[in-house]
């Protein structure tokens, strides 16, 4: 027999002193030992011992009073090593400050496992028991952190606002559904089966999604997936949109052995978006529909982004949408209404990304089907609904009106022409006339007692008033032809306004006589301006003649004042008075506010007098109610601005 085989006795028999040969050992291994007597008490311990529980067992430590072993149930394991077997506990924290019957202070709190073997003389029973000691603190530590950390994601996958859902082998087994996944799927049993098992009606196209990941060992992204199954397992199959990530899941050895699902449902949101794209197909078919030309342009760039079918006929095509705006020059030929050929920054699109709102600029555009004029709108509208901020262009096409314009302007200026003229040929043998009627009347009043005044006194007074008023009415039309064609001139010279009106009030004594009405004019201090005498007499003039005219026969109040460098002249009737919505009308040419059935003339004395007081730098307002009379009030400054000396073609356009 070899050494190896020889019982441990005769093998130390042959070695000199075994004793120190086993303390050796026993002091210097790594593993922790204790030796315990049948009373429960240590006799020995090795240095491992001591490093590994950070202290050596107190004299009154007693084994079989261990609180914790008997808590834990291992005091079976001591007792059955007494009775000779040799014994493996489990793994389990112990920490000797935790006893109640002895009292340490310092030592640890570690993971072990104990080895106990019984000690016995040959052939007797045992009398000691010894126990090696294993420390899987550190192993311990890292399987339950590896298990807090499966906690805390099964946790996560449990509470993710995600369905979450992990498959396993060819077949997709179920080994994890998160209650989202569950609830979606109608609280169907899933875990466990396989995928077609518990989603049998699952589309082949899904399917071989779950296989492509499988194969390829790649991430796959679906988005807006439509999955149509009967989700809550009622028979009505539903299709819902989803968003899903299919993650692989690798073995010990990296190969693919299943794949984890996060899936978030978009049914909502791809309901709403083709809501919207619905409502905007709806809106540009409504748009194309529309007579008008219509183009939308990026506030940014000024590029053009889309057209409506009007403003493409217009154009003579689709307008180009994949030019940038820095080229538009060269593809669109627009010009002024003189011809000038716009430049980039000129062109509507441009001034539009600057922030500029347009309100009917008119230019001309040149196509391949001719020239057009365009009355261009524009307006802003903010992002909104996920559409980016834009802005809406209508146009006109406007050329017709243009020509139709130019034709009533040249029309204007051939009747203007014509009133000039016919005023001129009728003023002449008008002008004779008076001269003789004049002649006559004075022959009469030189004799009033013969036939000839007899006869004819009351038809020679009767002629000599038409004939005066047909010259008021030339007169009246050649001013209209002056400030139409801008002929009209302001010749000033210092002029007093009180007494320039008691001249006219006076003039007009007889006419007021004759209908029966008082002339009422308040006294008043010189009031000197720089005005046009003759203009002015026309003003007082006609306002007078007005006054009498729809004054009913009631008496006419005049006043002249001065105040803050302006004059201020005030004619009041007490007649008919005029509606408020025609005060701004009777001021215009060949308006008035009574019907010219009942009333003369031709609608023109206001306007002149408008023309003639903003020409000298002043402005005329009426104050009247219908049945109340009215008040025409002239307000003019004392002296003529720089703005104001040159002659009236503004004011007579």
Not at 430 to 445: E, F, K, M, N, V
Not at 625 to 651: K, N, R
Request: glycine share 6%; proline share 6%; net charge negative.
């Amino acid at each position: 027999m070899s050494s190896g085989t020889r019982p441990l006795r005769e093998q130390l028999a042959s070695v000199p002193d075994p004793l120190s040969l086993l303390e050796g050992l026993f002091t210097h291994s790594p593993v922790p030992y204790s030796v315990f007597g049948t009373d429960g008490h240590c006799l020995l311990i090795n240095p491992a011992y001591r490093k590994m529980f950070g202290a050596e067992p107190p004299p009154e430590y007693d084994l079989f009073r261990d609180e914790l072993l008997e808590r834990l149930g291992l005091l079976a394991y001591i007792r059955r090593a007494f009775t000779g077997e040799t014994v493996q506990t489990p793994v389990f924290w112990y920490d000797v400050r935790e006893l109640e019957h002895i009292h340490v202070e310092d030592a640890n709190r570690i993971a072990i496992s104990c080895h106990c073997f019984p000690l016995a003389p040959s052939g007797g029973e045992v009398t000691h028991i010894a126990i090696a000691y294993k420390d899987v603190t550190a192993e311990l530590l890292a399987r339950e952190a590896e298990q807090a950390e499966r906690n805390k994601l099964h946790q996560l996958f449990t509470q993710a606002p995600v369905a979450i859902s992990v498959l396993r082998g060819p077949e997709f087994h179920y080994e994890f559904v998160n209650p989202l996944q569950r609830r979606l799927m109608g609280q169907r049993e899933m875990v466990g089966r396989t995928l077609t098992e518990a989603i049998p009606d699952l589309s082949p196209d899904v399917l071989s999604l779950h296989r492509a990941v499988m194969e390829t060992g790649e991430r796959a992204i679906a988005n807006e997936l439509p999955v149509s199954v009967d989700y809550a397992g009622e028979g009505h199959v539903e299709t819902k949109f989803w968003n899903i990530i299919y993650e692989p899941l690798r073995d010990e050895r990296g190969r693919v052995d299943g794949l984890v699902t996060f899936a978030f449902e978009v049914t909502e949101q791809v309901l709403a978006r083709q809501a919207v794209e619905s409502q905007q197909m709806w809106l540009e078919a409504v748009l194309d529909l529309m007579p008008m030309p219509v183009v939308m342009v990026d506030p940014r760039s000024g590029e053009l982004t889309s057209s409506n079918a009007a403003a493409d006929r217009l154009h003579g095509g689709s307008l180009p949408r994949a030019v940038p705006s820095a080229e538009y020059p060269g593809v669109f030929h627009v010009t002024d209404l003189k011809g000038r050929r716009l430049d980039k920054e000129e062109l509507p699109t441009a001034r539009v990304a600057r922030g500029e709102k347009l309100e009917d600029m008119e230019v001309i555009w040149h196509t391949q089907s001719g020239e057009l004029v365009l009355s261009i709108s524009s307006e802003a509208l903010p992002a909104m609904h996920g559409h980016p901020a834009t802005v809406v262009m209508p146009f006109q096409d406007i050329t017709r009106m243009k020509t139709v314009e130019r034709h009533l302007q040249e029309a204007i200026r051939a009747r203007d022409e014509f009133l000039s003229v016919a005023s001129h040929e009728l003023k002449t043998p008008l002008t004779s006339l008076g001269l003789r009627l004049h002649a006559l009347a004075r022959a009469i009043d030189a004799d009033p007692d013969s036939s000839l005044s007899r006869r004819h006194g009351r038809e020679v007074a009767a002629m000599k008033r038409q004939v005066t008023r047909l010259a008021e009415l030339i007169d009246g039309l050649l001013d209209v032809s002056r400030i139409s064609t801008g002929r009209l001139r302001i010749h000033r010279e210092p002029v007093d306004l009180s007494a320039l009106v008691q001249e006219m009030v006076a003039r007009f004594v007889p006419e007021a006589e004759r209908i029966g009405s008082v002339l009422d004019v308040r006294p008043s201090a010189p009031c000197v301006g720089s005005w046009d005498r003759l203009r002015m007499e026309q003003v007082v003039s006609n306002l007078l003649s007005n006054a009498l005219k729809y004054g009913a026969g009631q008496p006419v109040h005049v006043h002249v004042d001065e105040a803050d460098g302006r004059a201020r002249l005030w004619v009041r009737d007490e007649g008919i008075g005029i509606d408020e919505a025609a005060h701004a009308r009777i001021f215009q040419k060949f308006e008035r506010a009574v019907s010219e059935r009942h009333y003369g003339g031709l609608g023109l004395g206001l306007y002149v007098v408008r023309t003639l007081v903003e020409a000298m730098g002043g402005i005329i307002r009426v104050e009247s109610q219908l049945g109340a009379g009215a008040t025409f009030i002239v307000e003019l400054p004392l002296q003529a601005e720089e703005a104001q000396a040159p002659a009236l073609q503004s004011a007579g356009s």
